[in-house]
């Protein structure tokens, strides 16, 4: 009984030996390929990021300087010349670039936030999830309410501006953000408050206790387009019945 | 004596017990570290891709400028120059607008009522599908969507666009290059997929004619927006 009892230890030990030895395996294994080589990738790449974004920030202020220039030279040739004509077309690029959204414009309005909902149990955690497609909803339904200038975490909303889902994030004019998402409208604040308060996508959102939060603002600020794709907007499109050609 | 052994041994027992899970916890968790900074390594990639992609148009933009500005300098004290140098501006804001009319390759994708109606998020989504695929130009039954327009459900059977009410079939003609358009929405749990009681139909066209947007006030409205300068 008493030998039994040794020999049954003995395996215990044995077992529980083997078990550290493993897991210190285990440790320093994942430490050397993780740490290693992964963290010398991720370092590099980061670096790489950096440089690129402050390339891009220089390449920024370059071309605002540049529009500044433009801008001016324009400006300089229409009170020197008084010529009626070219300031006829200036006042109209300016009045079709509002349009258009190139131009950075202020006014009353409203703001909407929406963020992702707090972890909880549910049967579909997709639902916790703030989708592409409630975001289109909500910029619907201050386009129905007549709001004249949109932007989502001020990328300006154009004919052109897409709203996709890309991984956990929302690919909007080409770039790419996450949660929390601030929609900024500028039309008659009343209007717009009430539209998106009584409006079905803004029932389903709360009803799925995702965050979302609308206030009236009397001063806001929306960017113009300023999107990477700019240039490759014209290839291969054919103006037609164009009185100013 | 006998009585300690028994709590000796069963103590050694719960100690391995709680070990064993560890190690279990411990090479799940490693594991799952690993497959994170993969995805973390393919992220940054990408990332670094998108970076390098927009100091490309970047430079292209400023090199464009560069150019306008010379062409502008050289043209001092030729109105004609300048007049044209501005028409052409124009004519691009006018495109990005939608107040001219325009022509090009691109997709007609007509949707029709059938086991189920059109509804309004139906055409929200093929609508930015064509958008993501860098569509130029889109409208719907001939209204031209630009910034502002709404795409509302009027009743059960309308839908109001640009404040015109319109009915199924909806034919939606969006400029762009057509195999691409075509791809994305074709995508796997794409926009397609999400169309699949209604019917749809796509056809590649060479000459597509889009309008321009009503430009009487109604659909493009500036009146409550201040120009911000220097911005």
Not at chain 1, 20 to 46: C, D, G, R, T
Not at chain 2, 14 to 29: E, F
Not at chain 2, 64 to 78: Q, R, S
Not at chain 2, 186 to 204: T, Y
Request: charged share 30%; with cysteine.
């Amino acid at each position: 009984m008493q030998q039994n009892k040794n020999i049954l230890l003995g395996i215990i030990f044995a077992v529980l030996g083997l078990v550290i030895s493993l897991q210190i395996k285990s440790i320093v294994y994942s430490n050397k390929n993780l740490k290693s080589e992964m963290a010398e990738e991720v370092k590099k790449l980061i670096t790489e990021i950096q440089k690129e974004k402050e390339i891009g920030k220089k390449l920024s202020e370059k071309v605002s300087e540049n529009e500044r220039i433009k801008e001016e030279n324009i400006k300089n040739s229409i009170t020197i010349r008084k010529d009626d004509n070219l300031k006829n077309i200036k006042e109209e690029l300016d009045l079709v670039k509002m349009k258009a959204g190139l131009v950075s414009v202020k006014g009353a309005g409203v703001v909407v936030s929406l963020d992702d909902a707090d972890a909880r149990i549910t049967e579909d955690a997709s639902t916790l999830i703030l989708h592409d497609r409630d975001i289109l909803r909500v910029v619907n339904e201050l386009k129905k309410a007549n709001a004249q200038a949109i932007s989502i975490n001020d990328e300006r909303i154009t004919s052109l501006t897409e709203c996709v889902c890309a991984g956990p994030t929302i690919m909007i004019n080409g770039k790419k953000y996450t949660t929390p998402f601030v929609i900024k409208a500028i039309g008659d604040p009343n209007v717009l408050y009430d539209t998106v308060k009584n409006s079905k996508i803004a029932y389903l959102l709360a009803r799925d206790m995702i965050k979302i939060s609308i206030s009236k603002v009397s001063d806001i600020t929306i960017p113009k387009y300023d999107s990477i794709k700019i240039d490759s907007l014209f290839s291969g499109l054919e103006v037609i019945n164009n009185e100013i050609r | 004596m006998k009585y300690g052994r028994n709590i000796a041994i069963s103590v050694m027992c719960v100690l391995l017990g709680m070990m064993m899970a560890w190690q279990y916890k411990s090479i799940d968790y490693n594991e799952r570290e690993k497959s994170l900074e993969r995805k973390s390594v393919e992220e940054l990639k990408d990332e670094l891709i998108r970076e390098q992609r927009n100091n490309e148009n970047l430079s292209a933009r400023n090199a464009e400028l560069e150019k306008e500005n010379k062409e502008y300098e050289n043209a001092k004290g030729d109105v004609t120059k300048e007049t044209q140098i501005l028409k052409h501006e124009l004519e691009r804001a006018r495109i990005i607008a939608g107040l001219v009319d325009v022509k090009g390759k691109g997709l007609v994708i007509t949707i029709d009522n059938d086991l189920v109606d059109v509804t309004e998020s139906n055409l929200l989504n093929v609508v930015n599908e064509l958008r993501a695929s860098d569509a130029q130009a889109i409208s719907i039954n001939d209204e031209r969507i630009v910034g502002s327009s709404e795409i509302r459900e009027a009743g059960r059977k309308y839908i109001m666009i640009n404040g015109k009410q319109m009915r199924a079939p909806f034919v939606i003609k969006a400029i762009a290059n057509p195999d691409k358009l075509e791809r994305a929405l074709m995508l796997l749990g794409g926009v397609l997929d999400s169309l699949e009681d209604l019917k749809v139909e796509l056809r590649k066209e060479d000459n597509i004619v889009i309008n321009k947007v009503r430009d009487d006030g109604s659909v493009i409205k500036t009146d409550m927006l201040t120009p911000v300068v220097n911005q």
